[in-house]
């Protein structure tokens, strides 16, 4: 068997490939980096559900309009 914190520090050294893009009206983004197109997927899946409802922006405290939500790959 592996050992376990061994291999949680190669996977967190691993290079993050796909990039999940959530885009405000105001024209901010937010990005959220994945080592696997299954796991962005799974995080787009959470942010799509925001998409045209008014949120309260974490970094600025104002109310920002989710626009659309992206998946790509980021080049190597």
Same mark, same amino acid.
Request: no cysteine.
């Given at each position: 068997?592996?050992? %376990?914190? &061994?291999?949680? =520090?190669?996977?967190? @050294?691993?290079?993050?490939?796909?990039?999940? $893009?959530? %885009?405000?009206?105001?024209?901010? $983004?937010? =990005?959220?980096? $994945?080592? &696997?197109?299954?796991? /962005? +997927?799974?995080? /787009? $899946?959470?942010? !799509?559900?925001?998409?045209? !409802?008014?949120? %309260? &922006?974490? +970094?600025?405290? @104002?109310?920002?309009?989710?626009?659309?939500?992206?998946?790509? !790959? %980021? /080049?190597?």
């Amino acid at each position: 068997m592996r050992d %376990i914190n &061994s291999f949680l =520090t190669a996977r967190a @050294a691993a290079p993050r490939e796909w990039r999940v $893009t959530t %885009i405000y009206a105001n024209g901010t $983004t937010r =990005t959220h980096d $994945t080592h &696997s197109e299954a796991g /962005a +997927e799974n995080y /787009a $899946t959470g942010e !799509r559900r925001k998409i045209g !409802r008014d949120l %309260i &922006s974490r +970094e600025t405290g @104002a109310t920002v309009h989710v626009v659309d939500v992206t998946v790509e !790959r %980021i /080049a190597p």
